[in-house]
């Protein structure tokens, strides 16, 4: 599969909820829980902070995948080397080389950004986002109780 890693644009809007709306239907591998709108989602790219990353993995014109990181906190600059990580692929082109694409793109990106550490929220019952973090070097460092609350039930965060 040919894929083009690239910065995301504000043209990208209706190709980036092509791809994120599905898995936030399903319920079972985002704590994102309301589908998002073209112009919600060119906010969200209007508005994404200038120290972040995101970018698109293109394949045949089409949006199959997406990456971002955000500055963990900005209240303070100790933890500017610090960006949380957030990878998502369209359910019909998993395990098809696209997250890898997109983690080695983010990962220069980076650390030309200054970002030394970056960690990700995975839900523990979205094995192969575990799998997929762990295998780009990513360590499961604890479980996050009672923290996302999906239809009224804590959802468990590795």
């Known amino acids: 599969m040919s894929i083009i890693v690239r910065e995301a644009r504000l043209e990208d809007a209706e190709g980036i909820i092509d791809v994120l709306n599905p898995i936030i239907k399903t319920k079972l591998y985002t704590a994102l829980l309301t589908p998002f ?4 989602e060119r906010r969200f790219i209007l508005n994404f902070p200038a120290q972040g990353i995101f970018y698109v993995a293109v394949h045949d014109r089409k949006i199959v995948g997406l ?35 997109l983690f080695q793109a983010t990962f220069e990106a980076a650390r030309s950004k200054g970002y030394e550490k970056l960690f990700a929220y995975v839900r523990s019952d979205n094995a192969t986002g575990l799998a997929t ?22 959802q468990v965060n590795a």
């Not at 709108?37 to 919600?40: A, F, L, R, T």
């Not at 610090?82 to 694409?101: D, F, N, P, S, W």
């Not at 973090?133 to 804590?154: D, E, M, P, T, W």
């Open 37 to 40: 709108s073209i112009e919600d």
């Open 67 to 101: 990456q971002n990181v955000e500055p963990f906190a900005t209240y303070t600059p100790a933890f500017d080397h610090v960006g949380v990580i957030g990878t998502y692929v369209h359910l019909e082109h998993q395990r098809q080389g696209i997250g890898k694409a």
């Open 133 to 154: 973090y762990l295998s780009q070097g990513f360590n499961q460092i604890g479980i996050a109780r009672k923290h996302a609350k999906i239809n009224g039930v804590y």
